[in-house]
């Protein structure tokens, strides 16, 4: 199993263009979390999706962000206009949750890192 | 405010030494914590958690609800240890909703 794959793993780009983000979870996990790092903030939960369906997004810093799920296999994260506060590293996890059962680890992708010019 | 406080941000031992990285939390509810791992060019990934009491690679880390800490421990330090380590709390609002602290980089020298 190659784990989380996040693509791309760089980004750069001008201010005001349309970002997407992309991420395979790993087969099987019902949960996923888009989460961003910064130097001043570290580590934040964006949103979070469970069978597909987002369950908490009050992470996500403004409308500029939004995050699909279409499948069980593919979710997007974009960023349209992009500003340069958005540069940062953007993290995808998937994790399996059954029922009230404890949840499984989160496993985590390499990451993508955006640059915004 | 729940948050997770990781005091430094870089903490250098030299090989065979006690390591200590500390970790303290504000939660008013029953915490649930962890410690996730960073190697050099690997993914982040989960050291241990608090629930499961188990040592992984020489590591500890005990609950202390009095001091609201869950430091990482390790007796004697190894060069493979080198990485950034992140402790993280777990919200609990349903699902695993993770708050984690800035990390620190741990560097263990020859």
């Known amino acids: 199993d190659a784990g989380v794959i996040q693509s791309p793993r760089h980004e750069v780009t001008e201010m005001g263009q349309e970002v997407t983000l992309r991420c395979k979870p790993i087969?099987?996990?019902?949960?996923l979390f888009w989460y961003r790092q910064t130097m001043m903030r570290g580590l934040e939960l964006l949103i979070y999706?469970?069978?597909?369906?987002?369950?908490?997004d009050s992470g996500m810093p403004e409308d500029r962000f939004s995050a699909k799920m279409p499948n069980a296999s593919f979710s997007t994260l974009k960023i349209q206009p992009s500003e340069p506060r958005d540069s940062a590293v953007y993290f995808c996890?998937?994790?399996?949750?059954?029922?009230?059962?404890?949840?499984?680890?989160?496993?985590f992708g390499d990451g993508t890192r955006l640059s915004i010019l | 405010a729940q948050r997770v406080t990781q005091p430094e941000k870089l903490l250098s031992v030299f090989k065979g030494a006690p390591v200590e990285l500390k970790c303290n939390y504000s939660?008013?509810?029953?915490?649930?914590l962890f410690w996730y791992v960073q190697y050099s060019r690997q993914r982040l990934q989960l050291l241990l958690r608090?629930?499961s009491r188990e040592s992984i690679k020489g590591f500890t880390a005990d609950l202390n609800k009095g001091e609201t800490s869950f430091h990482l421990k390790k007796p004697f330090a190894q060069e493979e240890d080198s990485a950034m380590y992140y402790c993280?709390?777990?919200?609990?609002?349903?699902?695993?909703?993770?708050?984690f602290g800035t990390g620190t980089r741990l560097l263990v020298s020859p």
């Open positions: 996890a998937s994790s399996f949750r059954r029922g009230s059962v404890r949840d499984q680890p989160q496993h």
């Open positions: 087969s099987g996990h019902n949960s």
């Open positions: 999706f469970n069978n597909n369906v987002p369950i908490d």
């Open positions: 939660y008013s509810g029953s915490p649930e």
């Open positions: 608090h629930i």
């Open positions: 993280a709390l777990n919200l609990g609002t349903g699902f695993q909703k993770l708050v």
